[in-house]
């Protein structure tokens, strides 16, 4: 199999296992269990194949390796790819793990949109529900009325009203606001599962019409994502603006150490007279002290840089 189908295959199951993963994680909150180590695990595999999908991909993209490089961080042209060796602006494409990266985030922000549409469109998860799963009992709850208000400001509020007898005691008649969704799925007569506390039967739960997390989650989750995703979106630019207009050095790898599935070391560099060094990890077994890489670098702060063939984006040719 050419590398370049087992990339696609690799990427496209990585991607199918974390995303699965991730949405497992978010519908076992807050209870976690079982659905939660599941999403653990299936996130870790997909990180393992889109490690492998990756790596396929720069192999099968990377020329040569240039061991044994003087240790001079030189910008000769003649060590830099074709389409580096006149100055910017560039026109620039996406790379493999560019096109990686955004897909998973549209991807993940898809899932969290959904998860969000769903739990606003149900009763919201009371904060003892874990208590009330493992100490409360059970009743059928016969839904005995579906009415709305209109307020003055045009807004139309729902109400459910629903009956339900507790082990000992007078049946309780219960009428509370619902979202629009609860709504239109239930009509009366209908009947549903309650879990309720024993001692104080008040407080309860509609198991089939609760979302399976609480608002305070969702919020959590989302600001989450939105940090994570705001410093992937400042990544993205930051290479396309390399890549555009950065300029480009010949660089060499040092101090290559081995770090699980992957070897993290240093690229040193000369920009504007000054030695700079980047951190950076790769999974190539090849890799070794002194093989030279290309890095780009903003001429205005030259210590913002990255190493060309681990970017998001790359020059046309």
Do not use: C
Request: net charge positive; glycine share 10%; aromatic share 6%.
């Amino acid at each position: 199999m050419q590398s370049g189908q087992a990339s696609k295959i690799w990427l496209a199951v990585g991607a199918s296992l974390a995303i699965s993963g991730g949405f497992a994680i978010v519908m076992s909150l807050p209870e976690g269990g079982e659905t939660l180590w599941l999403g653990v695990a299936l996130v870790a595999a997909g990180s393992l194949a889109l490690r492998r999908g990756l790596a396929a991909a720069d192999q099968g993209t990377r020329s040569t390796p240039r061991h044994e490089a003087a240790p001079s961080a030189s910008a000769s042209g003649s060590d830099l790819e074709p389409e580096l060796r006149t100055p910017g602006p560039r026109d620039v494409t996406l790379t493999t793990r560019g096109k990686l990266v955004l897909g998973v985030w549209v991807a993940v922000l898809a899932v969290f949109g959904l998860l969000s549409h769903q739990h606003f469109g149900y009763l919201p998860a009371p904060p003892s529900k874990k208590l009330l799963d493992q100490e409360g009992a059970t009743a059928s709850a016969t839904v005995h009325s579906l009415d709305t208000r209109i307020l003055e400001n045009g807004r139309t509020l729902y109400f459910l009203g629903y009956t339900f007898t507790a082990e000992a005691g007078a049946p309780m008649r219960v009428n509370q606001s619902v979202p629009p969704r609860v709504h239109e799925r239930v009509s009366e007569g209908d009947t549903t599962e309650v879990v309720y506390m024993p001692l104080n039967p008040e407080h309860h739960y509609l198991p089939e019409l609760t979302s399976p997390v609480t608002t305070g989650m969702v919020m959590f989750i989302g600001v989450v994502l939105l940090l994570a995703a705001g410093f992937a979106e400042a990544q993205r630019r930051l290479h396309r603006r390399l890549a555009v207009s950065g300029k480009a050095v010949s660089g060499f790898t040092a101090d290559v150490r081995r770090r699980g599935g992957v070897r993290a070391f240093l690229v040193n560099y000369d920009a504007s007279g000054k030695r700079q060094t980047l951190r950076t990890r790769e999974r190539n077994p090849e890799l070794r002290n002194g093989q030279t890489v290309t890095v780009l670098y903003d001429p205005a702060i030259p210590s913002r840089a990255v190493v060309y063939r681990h970017g998001m984006y790359k020059a046309r040719r």
